[in-house]
């Protein structure tokens, strides 16, 4: 099993960046797809961006242009490179590591960190 530590969330201005880390350890972030989802309260969790085991990543339309999700699998941590922030950006960020197996999937998740842009 994996186990995933998420880091680098914060409080940031309008149009401005963080970078938010997934680590993992237990397994290695090239042998699941990994995806930042994010949720604020009263909402459905919502997809961002995942990568999967073979570096092809994917992106929300409303984050594309200004997110980039990157895998450094050395330091077997996936990163979510987030520009251009916007108000409606805020939420929590988790990161997701999924694992499929025949006609299924198992999910681990990080403890998410929260993402503020102010206006």
């Known amino acids: 099993q994996v186990q995933l530590v998420e880091s680098g969330g914060g409080l940031v201005q309008a149009g401005g960046s963080l970078r938010l880390s997934c680590a993992a350890s237990g397994s290695t972030v090239s042998s699941h797809v990994i995806g930042w989802y994010r949720q604020t309260p009263g909402k459905q969790r919502e997809l961002v961006a995942d990568i999967d085991t073979s570096g092809s990543t994917n992106y929300a339309d409303s984050v594309k242009g200004r997110f980039t999700l990157s895998r450094d699998n050395a330091k077997n941590t996936v990163y979510l490179q987030m520009n251009s922030l916007k108000p409606e950006d805020t939420a929590v960020y988790y990161c997701?590591?999924?694992?499929?197996?025949?006609?299924?999937?198992?999910?681990?998740w990080g403890q998410g960190t929260q993402v503020t842009v102010s206006s």
């Open positions: 997701n590591a999924r694992r499929y197996y025949i006609g299924s999937f198992v999910d681990y």
